[in-house]
């Protein structure tokens, strides 16, 4: 796929950015500086919310969530 092509894979879309499962992301505000800095992998992504794993554990955000804890593309490393 390029970046001209659109993504069919379903997506959570927050603040005119799409996130998708493979997409690696950071929580800014989440409230332990570790986990604001750590780097997690969205495994499943829809609608409502992402399914995200780091270091061997799993989470489920809903939008509220996000929306409390902020999102952002990790850059690629």
Do not use: K, W
Not at 20 to 31: E, I, Q, T, Y
């Amino acid at each position: 796929m390029t970046d001209t092509e659109p993504r069919t894979e379903p997506a959570f879309d927050i603040d005119g950015r799409r996130y998708a499962a493979g997409d690696r992301v950071r929580f800014p505000n989440a409230g332990m500086p570790s986990n604001q800095t750590r780097v997690y992998e969205i495994t499943a992504a829809g609608p409502g919310g992402i399914t995200a794993e780091a270091d061997g554990c799993r989470y489920q955000l809903s939008r509220g969530d996000i929306a409390a804890i902020g999102i952002t593309h990790a850059a690629q490393e």
